[in-house]
C-alpha cells in the first residue's frame, strides 16, 4: 500500500498516461524555477498538439524551448514569449498559436482554476486587445472584463524540498508559478532537489500541501541562468 | 539640452516618498532606483515575487534562484519577502503598490497607454504591464518624447495596440515633465535649457501650457 507516498523512481512513471492533444500547466518565471527534467521527459515521450500554459516558453534549446524542435506545441498561454528566436519563427509561420495573457490573470487564471472558481472578473487588459470578445461588467463605477480560468491535464512543478507525502517548499525566487501551477492539474507532478521523511518539514512552512500533489520525483538540475548580472565585490 | 536616462532616472526619483513601495519596469525605470535620497526608505517589489528587491549580487553570491522580474540574477534586501505570482499579482492589482515606473511606445491626451506590441513587428508579449497599469492609482511612464526620427510619442489617440485605458496621469520625458487630465497633457516643467516652443512642436496631442513652466531642477 503506497498510502500517501507519492513518489515514484522514473521520469517514465512520472508522466505516465500523458497523450496527444493535453493540456500542461507549467510552473517557471524565465529559467527560474522551471521543471527541466520533467519538459525534457515529454520531448523524450514525443507527445504532440500540447496545449502548454507557462508565463514564459524557455530559451531556444532549454526549457520549454525545447519542445518546439519537434514541434509538439500546438498552442502556448503565456505572458512573455521575448527570448526564443525559434518561437517566433513557428508564430510567424503559423505552425503555433499564443494566446497572449497578462502575467496577473495567468497567474489567477491557474489559482482560480485550482480552487474550483470557472471564471473572475479584472481591471486589468480593460479596454485592451485582451478584452476582445470577453463579457465587461461595471462594479462601483468602473469596467472589468470576464476572464474564465484555467485547469490541466497535468501540471508539471520545479521544488526545492519535499516530503514523501508530496508537501512541498520552494526556493527563493523559483517559487513564482508553481504553487498556483501546482493546484490546477487533474495529475500534478513535482520534481524537487532532496526528498526528505514525512514531519522534518516545518508544518506551517510548507508552500505546497501535498493534497494537490499525485507524483514526486527526485531530480538533479543544470539551472541555467538567463542574465548574470554581478557588482563588483 | 534634453535630459540623459540618468536625468530621467533623477527627476522621477523626486517623486517617490519616505516608505513607499515601488515597481520599477525594465530599461530607464529600473535606473531610478540608483537615485533614492539618502534619507528616505523605499522597497523595490519584483512581479516574479519578490519585495524588496536589493543589489547586484557578487560573483560568489550568484544564485539562479534569485532573479527579478528582467530575469536578472539579484539579492533580496534586508526585510525583504519572497512569495507566489498570485500574492504578487494581489499586491499590484489590489492597489497596494505606491507607485509604479514604466516605459512606453505612446501614450495620448486621454491617459491611454501602448507599450506591449508593434503589429507585424513586434510580439514579445505584455508581461506585468497591463497588471500594473490596471491595478496602480499613482503611474509615472518614462520614455523620449519623439522618436528618432521626430515624430511625437504623445498623441491625440494611441495609434498603437493599447496596454491600459484612461490609467496614465504623469509622463516624463527627456524633455518635460507633463500631467494628464481632462483630454490633455500639461506640461509642468521642461528640461533645463528646452523651450516651451519645442516642447510644443514635438507634442502631438493637446497640450496646455500655464503661464509659467519652470526648468526642472536636480
New interface residues.
Given amino acids: 500500500m503506497a498510502g500517501f507516498n507519492k513518489v515514484v523512481n522514473s521520469y517514465e512513471e512520472a508522466l505516465a498516461g500523458m497523450t496527444d492533444g493535453m493540456t500542461i500547466i507549467a510552473g517557471g518565471?524565465?529559467?527560474?524555477?522551471i521543471p527541466e527534467n520533467l519538459i525534457n521527459q515529454i520531448k523524450t515521450l514525443g507527445v504532440k498538439d500540447l496545449t502548454i500554459v507557462s508565463?514564459n516558453c524557455g530559451v531556444d534549446g532549454f526549457g520549454l524551448g525545447v519542445l518546439l524542435e519537434d514541434k509538439q506545441v500546438k498552442k502556448m498561454v503565456?505572458?512573455?514569449?521575448?527570448e526564443n528566436a525559434m518561437f517566433?519563427a513557428q508564430?510567424l509561420g503559423g505552425e503555433l498559436e499564443?494566446e497572449?495573457t497578462?502575467?496577473?490573470?495567468?497567474?489567477?487564471k491557474?489559482?482560480a482554476g485550482g480552487a474550483g472558481i470557472p471564471a473572475f472578473y479584472?481591471?486589468?487588459?480593460?479596454?485592451?486587445?485582451?478584452a476582445e470578445g470577453k463579457e465587461v461588467r461595471e462594479f462601483d463605477g468602473r469596467k472589468y472584463i470576464l476572464e474564465e480560468s484555467i485547469t490541466g491535464d497535468f501540471a508539471i512543478i520545479k521544488g526545492?524540498k519535499a516530503d514523501r507525502y508530496g508537501n512541498v517548499i520552494y526556493?527563493?525566487?523559483?517559487?513564482?508559478?508553481?504553487?498556483?501551477a501546482a493546484t490546477a492539474g487533474k495529475i500534478t507532478v513535482v520534481e524537487v532537489e532532496e526528498i526528505v521523511e514525512p514531519g522534518e518539514l516545518e508544518p506551517s512552512q510548507i508552500?505546497t500541501p501535498g493534497i494537490y500533489v499525485d507524483r514526486l520525483i527526485l531530480g538533479t538540475f543544470e539551472?541555467?541562468?538567463?542574465?548574470?548580472?554581478?557588482?563588483?565585490? | 539640452m534634453a535630459l540623459s536616462r540618468e536625468q530621467i532616472a533623477m527627476r522621477i526619483a523626486q517623486e517617490l516618498q519616505d516608505g513607499f513601495y515601488v515597481n520599477l519596469g525594465i530599461g530607464i525605470p529600473t535606473l531610478v532606483a540608483n537615485y533614492v535620497p539618502d534619507n528616505m526608505e523605499v522597497m523595490l517589489q519584483?512581479?516574479?515575487?519578490?519585495l524588496g528587491m536589493g543589489?547586484?549580487?557578487?560573483?560568489?553570491q550568484?544564485?539562479?534562484?534569485?532573479?527579478?522580474?528582467?530575469?536578472?540574477?539579484?539579492t533580496?534586501a534586508k526585510g525583504a519577502s519572497?512569495?507566489?505570482?498570485?500574492e504578487?499579482?494581489a499586491m499590484?492589482?489590489g492597489g497596494h503598490v505606491d507607485l509604479t515606473v514604466l516605459g512606453a511606445f505612446e501614450v495620448d491626451q486621454e491617459g491611454?497607454i501602448a507599450s506591449w506590441?508593434i503589429p507585424g513587428k513586434l510580439?514579445?508579449?505584455?508581461?506585468?504591464?497591463?497588471?500594473l497599469v490596471?491595478?496602480a492609482d499613482n503611474i509615472i511612464v518614462c520614455m523620449t518624447h519623439a522618436s528618432k526620427h521626430g515624430e511625437s510619442k504623445l498623441l491625440e489617440k494611441c495609434s498603437l495596440?493599447?496596454?491600459?485605458?484612461?490609467c496614465i496621469k504623469k509622463v516624463v520625458t527627456d524633455l518635460a515633465y507633463m500631467e494628464i487630465d481632462n483630454g490633455a497633457f500639461i506640461l509642468r516643467e521642461r528640461a533645463p535649457g528646452v523651450s516651451v516652443e519645442e516642447i510644443q512642436q514635438k507634442t502631438a496631442g493637446k497640450l496646455i501650457i500655464p503661464d509659467h513652466v519652470p526648468e526642472m531642477t536636480f
Fill in positions: 518565471f524565465g529559467l527560474c524555477g508565463n503565456s505572458s512573455y514569449v521575448g517566433e508564430l499564443v497572449l497578462p502575467q496577473g490573470t495567468l497567474a489567477e491557474m489559482r479584472t481591471a486589468t487588459g480593460y479596454g485592451t486587445p485582451v526545492w526556493r527563493h525566487t523559483a517559487q513564482n508559478f508553481n504553487p498556483m508552500h539551472k541555467r541562468i538567463e542574465q548574470k548580472t554581478v557588482r563588483e565585490g | 519584483s512581479e516574479n515575487g519578490l543589489p547586484f549580487p557578487t560573483e560568489d550568484v544564485d539562479a534562484d534569485m532573479i527579478n522580474a528582467g530575469k536578472q540574477t539579484v533580496a519572497i512569495f507566489s505570482s498570485a504578487s499579482f499590484i492589482r491611454n506590441m510580439i514579445k508579449g505584455m508581461g506585468g504591464a497591463m497588471d490596471a491595478g495596440p493599447l496596454t491600459g485605458a484612461g
